[in-house]
């Protein structure tokens, strides 16, 4: 079998393939290691065939929804996921097959009710049910201690002891155990009668995982992290230096357009000469009204160059197809000691139509 464990912070994913058939199947994907798959998988010439998610992962984004449209391949995950991307949805003692290797599905609800195990051969790949010298927190939507106490004894760790665990998170340095080991040395497993785990599970008091939010917001609701958003707008728009901006303020021309979109608040305090001021938030509303000739090069402009980027984008969408956004914000250009304006300066600030 062609195996790889992709690390990345602490998240853990893996690719298995089958040399013979050359077909694979990824466990856990993120977001932040798409090309690493991508490129793994062309290295070892292996065809995607399925990617898993062993949970809904409220900790880091999932690439499933990704992988899965990229490569046409159905998102594997428990059926009581409520990702709405996921189309292959398995019970407890459900198998996958990937060319020569089997994975058979065993339902682990404690740290989310949609937990499960995949066991393939000698290996076992635990998601967050089981880690190497922990287990996953059970204080999170859809967390149960009382169900991982049974995951756990009643059902993992009834395995074959030489059985290797794979797990979704790895704190520990070590990349793989055995059932055994943990067994005998996971701090966690030591409390082996049910009140006295479930209490300790409760005393855990451990602080939310960071982007936790934007994560069950991506993983469960299907929607889009922040990063992919900029990354798209980022895609669709061409940009202009400082510098660039800087050695075109002389010119004046009339088909150039500066367009600040910060607040009226922070262009006041000090903008770009000659900048215009249209705030992001009321950008659709107020564009036919204020930037009537579509055929005009602008540039936005915000404090830190992202906002201005999805403006751009917007702009463009709208039909201005010289958009463009300018490389950095305010914060840079202040920082070089280019020149501002304060107050209205000679800017126009087109005010809300009352229709609006
Ligand atoms: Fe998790």
Not at 118 to 135: I, W
Not at 155 to 166: G, M, P, Q, S
Not at 274 to 302: F, K, M, S, W, Y
Request: glycine fraction near 8%.
């Amino acid at each position: 079998m062609i195996f790889h464990q992709i690390g990345n912070g602490g998240c853990q994913s893996y690719l298995l393939g089958c040399p013979d058939k050359c077909t694979a199947i990824l466990i856990d994907p993120s977001l932040a290691q798409l090309d690493r798959y991508r490129g793994l998988l062309a290295r070892e010439g292996l065809t995607l065939r399925y990617v898993v998610d062993t949970h809904t992962h409220a900790d880091h984004f999932s690439a499933a929804r990704q992988l899965k449209e990229d490569f046409g391949v159905p998102a594997v995950m428990h059926r009581e996921s409520m990702a709405p991307y996921a189309d292959l949805r398995l019970d407890d003692g459900d198998m996958l097959i990937v060319g020569d290797i089997r994975l058979q599905a065993l339902h682990t609800p404690g740290h989310t009710s949609d937990s499960l195990c995949l066991l393939a051969g000698d290996r076992v790949f635990t998601g967050d049910t089981l880690h190497v010298g922990g287990t996953g927190r059970t204080d999170l939507p859809t967390g149960d201690p009382d169900a991982l106490y049974d995951s756990l004894f009643n059902r993992l760790l009834t395995l074959d002891a030489e059985i290797h665990v794979y797990p979704g998170h790895d704190y520990s340095g070590r990349q793989s155990s055995t059932i055994g080991r943990e067994m005998a040395e996971n701090p966690r497993l030591q409390k082996r009668e049910r009140q006295a785990f479930i209490e300790m599970m409760d005393r855990l008091n451990l602080s939310a995982p960071q982007h936790m939010t934007e994560a069950l917001r991506t993983n469960m609701g299907g929607g889009k992290t922040v990063d992919q958003l900029l990354a798209e707008a980022s895609a669709r728009v061409p940009f202009m230096s400082l510098s660039e901006l800087r050695a075109r303020l002389g010119e004046r021309r009339n088909d150039f357009v500066i367009l600040d979109v910060r607040e009226r608040a922070s262009y006041d305090t000090a903008h770009i000469p000659g900048a215009r001021n249209l705030p992001r938030g009321q950008l659709e509303l107020r564009v036919n009204h204020d930037l009537p000739d579509p055929t005009l090069r602008i540039v936005t402009v915000c404090e830190y160059g992202k906002v201005s980027t999805l403006a751009a984008a917007t702009l463009r969408e709208l039909g201005f197809r010289r958009a463009t956004a300018l490389d950095g914000g305010m914060k840079a250009w202040r920082e070089l000691d280019y020149p501002v304006e304060e107050g209205h300066g000679s800017a126009w600030v087109g005010e809300l139509s009352p229709e609006i």
